[in-house]
């Protein structure tokens, strides 16, 4: 059975936000001996880290606009690749020119690639089409740069795992609520567990705020003012790839110019635009419009290609005009505020901005800080150390990978649980047994659960089936395995209702399994649902409707806890029979 | 732009792409032959749309490039045995066999081909080899050391079905008949065909393109057989792409010649006119102008015949054939998607009753049942199919593809025919019979060799 993990009421930093630059701070400053503690309101992974377009930048994109970026890109491009190997997919990329796209930049593209460190080939254009053979065929000139793709959650679990192995904690679904102040000193901090409503009260010496696009809100309770703004961008997910490189359109960086194969799909993006609320935003039609008719510049073929989902992310970016003196400027992609020096909080830290490929950076300059602070004197070790898990040949991940394994342990379709994306029952098991309790999105973060073509439509059952038959034979303790994160909620006050209750019934009660079971169900559905809807067309559709068809038409899902509405209008509920019902006798 | 002029609801053209169209019904999976009978093989849904998405370069055609970086991690993929019938079936349209036998092909490019699949490619130069040596190369085929020999080193079962060798080949018979690659001295297409005679006719059943001819010319076409090599679907099916494109191109070379003059090309193996209408398009990627052409222009015999039919254009005094035929209609016949007319054709012949076997696969299809570590599993996919036949008693039974020809006969002991041998006899039976009523005639029992004694 797992424990119940009680917080610590004393620790030496306390990060807000489990994404990738909280993760990488949590290892870095346990690397250098202090015992930290790291919360997300949700799971480790779900903030902006979790929904960004997968793309390790070589830096190229940011070559004429902000070539210290640039330079930084490449040198963390470098360490990624030698401490993630396991999290990279060597795909490469490519600056293609379209016609579209200025001559002058195109001409003083490779000079400014040389400038800023970056590695870049004039490759022909004639061998860019034999390899990506579905690449517009007036592309003009092509140059070859270092991008690669880059996995998120695997990223970030690596990096939790190595501070676990210090003693350091990373815990999910607990929410920072209060900060509260003693003069300029943070004295405590009250931290929500987000699915049983308990709160608890830390102590920590030390607070860093890497909760992105959220930084606003976490230096408000701390009674800091700090100016986000955030930027939605938009995705769109297809379900394979028509390129095994990365392609970006070499031109002033816009909208819906890059497409990134990610694992077995696919990615263009992305848009941006401005949103108020990071927790609120809506995939709108004209977004989804303008990717398919910019992406069209890279492949014609485009809208004969079936898109999957669409999905959005916000970027952390920092509206505020840096000076030297309050706000340490790193350079315009990250800014490392010291809240000391800028609002006098003695012992208070932000990181906002920047990108997924420096995290590292950003998270090493973070902890610098705070170890100056603190007065630590041992240095940064993250970017020489390689990550745990990362195999002991330290390849790079391949497409192939996933299949390979499971045709080298049996093969065969009868251990699939997922189809699509091949999740086995032995992956599921063991993650089921690792991360219990979890809903299945959180399974899916960590598996690919749900994540082809089919969305959920022939997974869904099979694990939560799976799930209801692991708490009845006890090998799982009953819990709430349903969509457990919560509704946004306003900051302060802190949630006086539980949001969603986990529940640890050590003894299941008759009928638990399969009611958990049900609710999983449908809360995965709708989540999948979700990202569909803005794509709802073509053979997508049809898929929704065989989906709906197995769990409305079929399982009769519209009787279960919340299952009347698939969110996606395909489901009717129980429809009035016109005309008399034909009664069995 | 609006949504609604981005929103694309057709699916790509290219193989790999059609992988896009799956709904994951699993109806392939249930009319997969192969998948049937073995759980080495875990069907098209795995195999063809799932494992598709995670092969890199997918979209490259095999081979097609030094640098080819095609790669699928699936072994699996190479017990599929390109029947076809998976792709038929499915009612989203993905080219299921199509991306199967690429993955196969990618699984070999690049590397060194097997000797034994190099082997079963080269049609032309075993049929060559084979007739110039015909009783010393017949005698090692019946030979049990000698099969055991390839069975060994080169990984053919002893007990596949290796046809014999007819000397001299078929290309040596044709008398006065055009044979030029030049339209020069050719009869004008209304009043002639090109025959497509492929390897099997010419190397071990020249008596098939014998009766071919008869037909054709029967019905006041004259044959003209200019020069061919192998249409090349061996060396696809063993995923050799570059030799097939190379064979390729010599045929398209003489045939768009014709088929652009309005000749129509036909051709008596089910195999070699599918991959004249569309792998070498779809597969070798040949897709300009000369391959429409011939691909526009390419006939089935018995899809030919069947269309004279429609346009009352057929001779039908057809003689009595008195006989219970078991007919097969093969695989690669389905793919055409020409329907079956060699039944529709039979049901013309008077006295000949002939039964649809209505079984999917043989389980040879082409030369993967000839293969050591599939002849079981070929043998199994077949099994109901000879059950039927041995069943029916029957001594004689038509199929239009020469492989399962040889399939099936070993395995029932059957006498197997084409199906234009079957009209053939019908003719002569006519003949036999007098010009004067021949629908009505009784044969004479040695008149038709189809008819079983007493028949
Ligand atoms: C559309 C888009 C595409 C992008 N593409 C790329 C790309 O291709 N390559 C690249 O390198 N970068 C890219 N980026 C940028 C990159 O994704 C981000 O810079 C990076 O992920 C930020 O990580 P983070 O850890 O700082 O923030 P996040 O991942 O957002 O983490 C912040 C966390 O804080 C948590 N949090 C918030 N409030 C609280 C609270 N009160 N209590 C506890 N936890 C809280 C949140 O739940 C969240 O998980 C992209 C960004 C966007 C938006
Ligand atoms: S029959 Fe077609 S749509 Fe159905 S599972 Fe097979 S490939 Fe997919
Ligand atoms: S081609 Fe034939 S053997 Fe291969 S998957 Fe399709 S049905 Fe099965
Ligand atoms: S498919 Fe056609 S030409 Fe070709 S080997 Fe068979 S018989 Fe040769």
């Excluded at chain 1, 909760?211 to 800091?224: P, T, Y």
Aim: contains cysteine.
């Amino acid at each position: 059975m797992i424990a119940e993990y009680s917080l610590p009421a004393q620790v030496d930093v306390l990060i807000v936000g489990g994404g990738a630059t909280g993760a990488g701070i949590l290892r870095d400053l346990s690397r250098r001996g202090l015992h930290c503690l790291l919360v997300d309101k949700g799971d480790l992974g779900t903030g902006t880290s979790g929904r960004y377009h997968g793309l390790l930048h070589s830096g190229a994109r940011y070559v004429a606009k902000d070539p210290l970026a640039a330079r930084e890109c490449i040198v963390e491009n470098r360490v990624v690749r030698r401490i993630a190997p396991a999290c990279v997919e060597d795909t490469g990329g490519l600056f293609v020119a379209t016609p579209d796209d200025p001559d002058d930049y195109v001409t003083e593209f490779p000079d400014r690639c040389a400038a800023a460190g970056i590695p870049c080939e004039e490759v022909s254009v004639a061998d860019v089409f034999r390899r990506e053979p579905a690449l517009n065929r007036s592309i003009r000139r092509a140059f070859r740069v270092p991008d690669a793709s880059l996995e998120p959650w695997q990223l970030i679990e690596a990096n939790l795992r190595d501070a676990e192995n210090r003693d350091s904690r990373a815990l999910p679904y607990r929410q920072v609520v209060e900060i509260e102040r003693n003069g300029a000193f943070i004295s405590s901090v009250s931290v929500a567990d987000v699915r049983s409503g308990t709160i608890d009260r830390i102590a920590p010496r030390f607070v860093v705020s890497a909760a992105g696009a959220w930084a606003g809100r976490i230096a408000a309770l701390a009674g800091v003012r700090l100016d986000m703004a955030p930027g939605k961008g938009t995705m769109l997910v297809y379900n394979q790839r028509m390129t095994d490189t990365v392609v970006n359109r070499c031109h002033v960086p816009g909208d819906g110019d890059i497409m990134v194969p990610v694992h077995t799909v696919a990615i263009l993006g992305t848009t941006e635009i401005s949103v108020p609320d990071p927790d609120i935003y809506d995939i709108e039609r004209h977004e989804v419009a303008q990717l398919v008719a910019e992406g069209e510049k890279l492949f014609p073929d485009l809208r004969n290609l079936r898109i999957l989902r669409a999905y959005a992310g916000v970027r952390p970016l920092y509206s505020e005009e840096p000076s030297g003196s309050d706000g340490r400027e790193i350079s315009r992609a990250h800014v490392v505020l010291d809240h000391e020096r800028r609002d006098g909080v003695t012992n208070f830290v932000s990181i906002v901005g920047g990108k997924l490929t420096t995290y590292r950076l950003m998270a090493q300059q973070t902890s610098d800080l705070v170890c100056q602070k603190i007065g630590v004197d041992a240095p940064s070790t993250t970017a020489a150390e390689v990550l745990p898990g990362q195999g002991s040949e330290r390849a790079y991940y391949w497409l192939g990978d996933r299949l390979s394994q499971h045709e080298a342990t049996g093969g065969g379709d009868a251990a699939l649980i997922c189809e699509c994306e091949f999740v086995t029952r032995p992956a599921l098991d063991r993650f089921l047994a690792e991360n219990w309790p979890c809903s299945l999105d959180d399974v899916r973060r960590g598996t690919r659960l749900g994540m082809g073509p089919c969305q959920g439509a022939f997974c869904t059952f099979r694990a939560a089936g799976i799930v209801a038959e692991a708490i009845a034979r006890r090998s799982l303790p009953a819990a709430e395995v349903g969509f457990v994160e919560p509704p946004p909620p306003a900051e302060p006050p802190p949630p006086a209702e539980p949001l969603g209750a986990i529940v640890g019934r050590d003894e299941p009660t008759r009928g638990d399994d399969a009611e958990l079971a049900e609710r999983a169900m449908v809360a995965f559905l709708r989540e999948r649902y979700k990202g569909t809807r803005p794509v709802a067309w073509g053979r997508q559709l049809q898929e929704l409707w065989v989906a709906t068809g197995i769990y409305w038409g079929t399982l009769g899902v519209d009787a279960f806890e919340g299952g009347a509405d698939n969110g996606q209008g395909t489901a009717e509920a129980s429809p009035r029979r016109v005309g008399g019902a034909r009664a069995a006798r | 732009m609006t949504i609604a002029e981005v929103v694309g609801a057709a699916s790509a053209e290219a193989i790999g792409l059609s992988a896009d169209a799956c709904l994951k019904c699993n109806v392939c999976n249930t009319v997969c032959p192969v998948a049937r009978v073995t759980d080495l093989f875990p069907g098209p849904k795995y195999v063809g749309p799932q494992a598709q998405r995670f092969r890199l370069g997918a979209l490259l055609s095999p081979g097609t490039g030094e640098d080819s970086v095609v790669e699928s991690p699936d072994k699996t993929v190479d017990y599929c045995s390109g029947c076809g019938v998976c792709s038929t079936a499915c009612p989203a349209g993905v080219k299921i066999a199509e991306m199967n036998n690429r993955a196969r092909g990618a699984n070999r490019s690049g590397h060194v081909p097997r000797l034994r699949d190099w082997l079963l490619g080269q049609t032309d130069l075993t049929g060559w080899a084979g007739v110039l040596t015909a009783p010393i190369a017949n005698w090692s085929l019946h030979n049990r050391l000698f099969r055991w020999l390839i069975d060994r080193f080169i990984g053919i079962d002893r007990r596949a079905p290796l046809p014999a060798f007819k000397a001299p080949p078929f290309r040596w018979r044709l008398g006065k008949r055009h044979r030029s690659a030049q339209l020069a001295g050719a009869p004008p297409p209304e009043r002639a065909v090109v025959y497509f005679h492929g390897c099997a006719a010419n190397y071990y059943e020249p008596h098939v393109a014998a009766a071919a001819l008869e037909v054709l010319e029967r019905n006041g076409y004259e044959v003209i057989v200019p020069p061919q090599v192998c249409c090349g679907l061996p060396l696809i099916s063993n995923g050799l792409y570059g030799a097939a494109r190379g064979r390729a191109r010599r045929n398209l070379e003489v045939l768009a010649r014709y088929a652009r003059a309005g000749y129509r090309i036909v051709g008596t193996s089910t195999s070699c006119t599918h991959t004249l209408k569309s792998e070498y398009r779809e597969m070798l990627d040949l897709d300009d102008a000369d391959a429409r052409a011939v691909a526009d222009a390419t006939w089935d015999i018995c899809e030919f015949l069947l269309d004279l039919h429609d346009g009352d254009n057929l001779d039908t005094a057809f003689g009595t054939v008195a006989a219970t035929l078991p007919y097969h209609a093969p695989c690669q016949l389905r793919s055409h998607g020409i329907g079956l007319p060699a039944l529709d054709l039979f049901a013309l012949v008077p006295g000949l009753e002939a039964i649809d076997t209505d079984h999917d696969c043989c389980g040879i299809a082409g030369t993967y049942g000839l293969k050591k570590e599939k002849y079981d599993i070929a043998m199994a996919v077949g099994e109901p199919l000879f059950r039927k036949i041995r069943s029916m008693g029957a001594t004689e039974a038509a199929c239009d593809s020469e492989t399962c020809r040889w399939q099936i006969a070993a395995a029932t002991g059957a006498r197997l025919r084409h199906p234009v041998e079957i009209l053939a006899d019908a003719y002569r039976a006519a003949d036999v019979a007098g010009p004067k009523s021949p629908a009505r005639t009784e044969p004479a029992a040695r008149s038709s060799p189809t008819a079983p004694a007493g028949g």
